[in-house]
């Protein structure tokens, strides 16, 4: 939450250049607040896991929050009882006649395979397409933000030798500092990926509407954000909790796949210990930062105004 302070107060500047939000008493007397309506499109297949672990993010903050889930309809789920996706899921058919506040849509098992060639692809697109109007800022997890950045912008995926599996050093990128999303970050942090596919930084420098705001040497380009706000695009698992890197590599080893020791996870690198968190601390910033900046101060007061500026 920002720091509120009298409008001429010196210490505003200061604090401003170093890139801690102050809000002046003006624009607090502005200010409405209302509970902030946040839609998750959850892909991922234990999607019980995967709403613990988001929500566990989401709620580190003092904001008030309602939560609605959506699955597909062109897809049914395996691995998730129909009795509980029928009492706490809805489907975009339900929903797109509503506003959003945000939208986090998230990775998924089918990275492998061409995007068009994924069950509910047109569905996703439409709902993609939605988004633009609908919601005031998005959020789009590791295989989701693959698939935004290939439909909204044509960025390819590329398939790696062999799946980037671990927790990695990551920086924010040279001059990107001041970007508010990264208020607070320290100038290296961590975070896990678990993927088997990549985007490349010179197709996303070739596009004037993106800009890459931190990355890693071994795992790549980590954030990305649309240059209007309204987007962005992380390409691992900051949300995943202690155990789901250990449960995916034993899961792998179980099905004969051969997985290599996710990197950094495991104290000694010994799939037999405890494994280290060491991420915690950087996904509750993102998840806040973003909440704050992109969805908490430039949200419409009166929801059905969304989108009635353009994008």
């Not at 896990?192 to 509407?209: A, G, L, Q, V, W």
């Amino acid at each position: 939450m920002p720091i509120k302070v009298r409008d001429n107060l010196p210490a505003i500047e200061v604090l401003n250049n170093e890139n801690i939000f102050v809000m002046t008493e003006g624009k607090a007397l502005r200010q409405d607040i209302r509970p902030l309506e946040i839609l998750v499109l959850n892909l991922m297949p234990t999607k019980i896991t995967t709403e613990t672990q988001l929500l566990r993010v989401l709620g580190n903050t003092p904001l008030q929050i309602n939560v609605q889930f959506m699955k597909t309809a062109t897809y049914t789920p395996k691995n998730t009882p129909s009795i509980h996706l029928q009492e706490f899921y809805s489907t975009f058919k339900e929903v797109k006649d509503n506003k959003f506040d945000g939208l986090i849509i998230t990775g998924a098992p089918v990275e492998t395979r061409e995007f068009e060639d994924v069950d509910y692809w047109d569905e996703l697109c439409e709902i993609m397409d939605w988004s633009k109007q609908n919601v005031t800022s998005t959020l789009h997890i590791c295989w989701g933000a693959q698939a935004a950045l290939y439909h909204h912008y044509g960025i390819k995926k590329y398939d790696l030798d062999r799946k980037l599996s671990g927790v990695f050093k990551h920086r924010v990128c040279e001059n990107k500092r001041h970007k508010i999303l990264l208020r607070g970050f320290d100038d290296e942090f961590y975070a896990p990926h678990s993927r088997n596919t990549e985007f490349r930084r010179e197709d996303i420098e070739k596009n004037p509407n993106l800009e890459i705001l931190a990355e890693s040497d071994e795992a790549g380009i980590y954030i990305i954000s649309a240059k209007s706000g309204k987007q962005f695009f992380v390409s691992g698992h900051p949300e995943y909790d202690s155990q789901t890197l250990s449960d995916e590599y034993f899961r792998d080893l179980k099905k004969g796949l051969n997985p290599d020791i996710p990197k950094n996870y495991f104290k000694n690198d010994d799939p037999s210990s405890v494994p280290v968190v060491r991420w915690r601390s950087h996904a509750n910033l993102l998840y806040s930062n973003w909440l704050n900046y992109f969805v908490y101060q430039l949200t419409e007061y009166d929801i059905s105004r969304i989108g009635s500026i353009g994008e």
